[in-house]
Each structure stands twice: as structure tokens, then as C-alpha cells.
């Protein structure tokens, strides 16, 4: 039987009557349904009939879907919903949020969903949790990233929504891999240190992966080692790329490739800068940009410039948090901006 889940913030609990007039009019939300199958408008006796059912149940049951409703602690506003479906008698359990758009932006949906996925590993005991969405929807993937879920896959024209068939992302983990992820180092390391890419280390390196939704700011590794190898030709000469391993107490844990100063670039760029997701969020990232900057200043360099691909999940608040400023340009349509040390 399901009772409550906490959080820092919130409480997840069963559904109760007076839940009915906010699921309404979340799904009548056209923002909050996009990327949803739901058809709007969306009734009160639909949504009545809904929490009804909810109410009878104790909880996730197998082959049906069951909901739970996310409030804040301190208030007890409604912010939005929980569900998920369970199948093969419990071992398999794909998962869904929606929020109340006046609730975005605040995390509430990574910590409602984290717990969640927790209890149902924990509580539930389940082999696997999944959840699937649309391609664009980068919101939702970074939900489910945050809770230890991975891409697993994608498949074509297999959703149907308003606009008609769409593609699907898949994301899940497994018990076993989940509590890898729970268990994951969280705290600053003492040391970062960047390293020489050689024979001894570079496959640890070809390993590193960040987030899916990340891929879109962030080449892989592979990719950087072809870059490399057949370094482009930038105002009529190759650029110099210097390849760094990034170390937190000996461990591999990040990429960072620099394009060197020569004399038709007189600038240092830094070229690729990746944290594998494993280590990301222990500020590995803002230790590892200041020991590039200690080395390019040891180079005798007195500038850096990086350039970033704007949308959701852009780098670019941290490199502004670090002192870059944009320069006005754009590199392959990419703004560029340069720090001075």
C-alpha cells in the first residue's frame, strides 16, 4: 500500500477528490499537453472519473495506470502528477510527470521523479523503470537523466499525438545499474588534474559519455579524437589541438581539447570540454576550467576563447559564471566568447 513519499520540497500522495479540478485544468493546458496523447478539451467528468478510480486503488498495480499527486511541503499547493503502470507482475514499471506550468524551472519534477524512481527500485522491487518521450521534449529528458535513467533508444513514427505520429525516446535502468548510479561519487574531489591523452589512458578517455541531452552542446569523445587526427584548416592554416584527460583523485572522469596558439592563431580556443555523467554536478567542471586556464597562462597566454550552441541545456550559463564574455561573433553559428586572465 502506497502512503507518501518526501522529499526536501515536496510530499507525493495518493489522489484525493478535491485533486480533480486541478488535473482538469493542467490537461487542458495546451503547454503542459504538448508532447501528451490525452485529448482536449478535457472534461470534469472525465477527470472525476479518473480520480474516482484512483482513490479505489492502494497504490501501483500491475497492469493498470496509477497516479500520485505532487504537492509543495510548506503550502500543500497541488504541482502537478506522478504515474506509472507496473507489468509482468510488478517487474517492469514505466513512469510519467506532468507540473503546473506556473511550477517549471524549479526542479520540481527531477526531485518528485527521483523519489519515485526510488521507491519503486526500493519499495516496489522492480527489475527495470522506464519512461518514454518525444525527441524534442529536452525537459523530460533531463528529468529522467537526473534520476540515474539512460538513452536506451529510438524509435520512429511509433506515438500519436495531436500533430499526428511522432518519433520516441527511450530512457531506463535497470535495479543494478540504478544502484550504481545512487551510489556514484557526489562530493568535490580533492584534487583535478589535467593529464596527457596517451596509449595508457585513452580508451578510459573513449569512454566517457555525458547525458544524451547533452549531445547536442557536446561532441563525443570519438568524435574529438577525428577532429585531431584531421585537424580543420581555420584562416588558411590547421589549428594545433592539445588533448587533457581530466583526473579527480586519479580517477578519469573528463575530456578537454585546446586548440593551441601558433602563429596564425593567436588565441588558445578551447575546442571540447566534456564531464562524464557519473561525476557531473560535484564541480569538477569549474576545477578542471581553472587548471586549463592555469596552464594556458603558464603557456604564456593571456586570453581564451570558446564558443557555444544556444538552446535548453546550453553551456553557456556556466561559462559566463566563469567570466566569458561574448565577443559578437559567431562561429558556425555558434556564439564565441572570450575570457581574460
Known sequence: MFNELLTDRLIVRGFVASDAPLLQA?????????YQNWERPFSRENANAIVQSLMAMDGPTDGEWWMATICDRVT???V???????????RSAEIGYNLDRRFW?????????????RYLFEQEHATRV????????????QVLERCGLVFEGHTRLSYWDDDGPSDDWIYGSTAEAWRKWDSRKKTAPSEVLLVPVTIHNERKVARLKTHKSQEAFVAPVLASYADALFPEIVDGSPVSPILRAIEADGEVVGFVMVADTTVAHPEPFLWRFLIDRMHQRRGIGSMALNAVVAER????????VTSWQEGRGTPAPFYRSHGFVETGREIDGETEARLTF
Do not use: K
Request: charged share 20%; hydrophobic share 40%.
Open 26 to 34: 493542467r490537461r487542458n493546458d495546451p503547454e503542459v499537453s504538448l
Open 76 to 78: 500543500g499547493e497541488v
Open 80 to 90: 502537478g502528477d506522478l504515474s506509472v503502470e507496473l507489468t509482468w507482475d510488478g
Open 105 to 117: 524551472g524549479c526542479g520540481y519534477a527531477a526531485e518528485a521523479a527521483e523519489a519515485f524512481v
Open 130 to 141: 522506464f519512461g518514454m518521450l518525444h525527441p524534442d521534449n529536452t525537459a523530460s529528458a
Open 297 to 304: 597562462s603558464a603557456a604564456g597566454d593571456s586570453t581564451l
